[in-house]
């Protein structure tokens, strides 16, 4: 059912934790199946430097989330917000379609915390520039994601 690059992941996650003295900290989740999501990043030069995942999700998450900060890591900040559901899956190796919404935990935290590094820099004109004004709402109404939705929780 899984490639053996997910498996592989699942085993042995990459980046797990939590930077302390992180930049940015973008949290998504459904509390409905329980599936959370924190990440952390670090950033110099608007490049991504640093990043860490911890997940409440199933193996899938785990594997992907693994994946996502794998391919975030040395971006820029407007490349990392073009990483989608597909790259993580095709870098994967392909996820069974019952999951491929899983790996939008990681992708989605990673943008929400990058808007949470622009928002603590006081840097509103690369919110709009990169269209965050939405997910910066959002965050700020404390909604937790549109994900649960899709996750069925298994
Ligand atoms: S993240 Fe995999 S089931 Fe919700």
């Given at each position: 059912?899984?490639?053996?690059?997910?498996?592989?992941?699942?085993?042995?996650?990459?980046?797990?934790?939590?930077?302390?003295?992180?930049?940015?900290?973008?949290?998504?989740?459904?509390?409905?199946?329980?599936?959370?999501?924190?990440?952390?990043?670090?950033?110099?030069?608007?490049?991504?430097?640093?990043?860490k995942?911890?997940?409440?999700?199933?193996?899938?998450?785990?594997?992907?989330?693994?994946?996502?900060?794998?391919?975030?890591?040395?971006?820029?900040?407007?490349?990392?917000?073009?990483?989608?559901?597909?790259?993580?899956?095709?870098?994967?190796?392909?996820?069974?379609?019952?999951?491929?919404?899983?790996?939008?935990?990681?992708?989605d935290?990673?943008?929400?915390?990058?808007?949470?590094?622009?928002?603590?820099?006081n840097?509103?004109?690369?919110?709009?520039?990169?269209?965050?004004?939405?997910?910066?709402?959002?965050?700020?109404?404390?909604?937790?994601?549109?994900?649960?939705?899709?996750?069925?929780?298994?």
């Open positions: 059912m899984y490639s053996e690059k997910v498996m592989e992941h699942f085993r042995n996650p990459r980046n797990v934790g939590e930077i302390k003295d992180a930049d940015g900290v973008g949290e998504v989740g459904n509390p409905v199946c329980g599936d959370l999501m924190k990440i952390t990043i670090k950033v110099e030069n608007d490049r991504i430097s640093d990043i995942f911890q997940t409440f999700g199933c193996g899938a998450a785990i594997a992907t989330s693994s994946m996502v900060t794998e391919l975030a890591k040395g971006l820029t900040l407007e490349e990392a917000l073009k990483i989608s559901r597909q790259t993580v899956a095709d870098a994967l190796g392909g996820l069974p379609p019952k999951k491929m919404h899983c790996s939008n935990l990681a992708a935290g990673l943008r929400r915390a990058i808007v949470d590094y622009l928002k603590k820099n840097r509103m004109d690369k919110i709009k520039e990169l269209g965050l004004e939405k997910e910066l709402e959002k965050m700020e109404k404390g909604e937790l994601d549109d994900h649960g939705e899709l996750c069925e929780g298994v």
